[in-house]
């Protein structure tokens, strides 16, 4: 199960600053500056506590992954630091033996196991299709 604790144990292990802030239409972004990292989230924006976590163990990939850019980047380089920071999420608060031990407990729907993570099914989503298609692991075998 994913706790904000979980979440803020991370922040201060990277030494991440956070801050209330309403970013628009964003809801969070990152920003780095001399190599530190400020995240600065909206959490009134957020529909659910598991998409306000989504969006914040989002957040700690890009700087854990240090895949920030310019708001001017190219749409390319963009998808690609999105993809590491999901995939960074995805790899520290949804790891794959841990969804396939849910899954043997009879979590089977992504929507199941959402809840079981405390997470949003957005997440779990990314996360099904990270480990099945990007890294052809399944979930039905002893891995």
Same mark, same amino acid.
């Given at each position: ?88 999420? *995805? !790899?520290? #608060? ?12 009879? @979590?089977? %729907?992504?929507?199941? /196991? *959402? !809840?079981? #993570? ?12 990270? @480990?099945? %298609?990007?890294?052809? /692991? ?6």
């Amino acid at each position: 199960m994913i706790e904000f604790s979980d979440l803020y144990k991370e922040i201060q292990k990277q030494g991440i600053y956070v801050f209330q802030y309403n970013v628009g239409k964003n809801k969070s972004v990152t920003i780095e500056m001399n190599k530190k990292y400020g995240i600065f989230i909206d959490m009134s924006a957020f529909s659910s506590l598991g998409e306000s976590k989504r969006a914040l163990a989002h957040e700690i990939g890009h700087c854990a992954t240090g895949a920030t850019h310019k708001a001017c980047s190219p749409l390319d380089l963009i998808s690609q630091h999105e993809y590491r920071a999901n995939r960074w999420a *995805a !790899e520290h #608060f949804l790891p794959f033996k841990e969804l396939q031990q849910a899954m043997r407990m009879g @979590y089977s %729907e992504p929507w199941q /196991l *959402a !809840e079981y #993570f405390n997470i949003s099914e957005k997440a779990v989503r990314w996360a099904l299709r990270y @480990y099945t %298609e990007s890294r052809g /692991l399944s979930f039905n075998t002893e891995s």
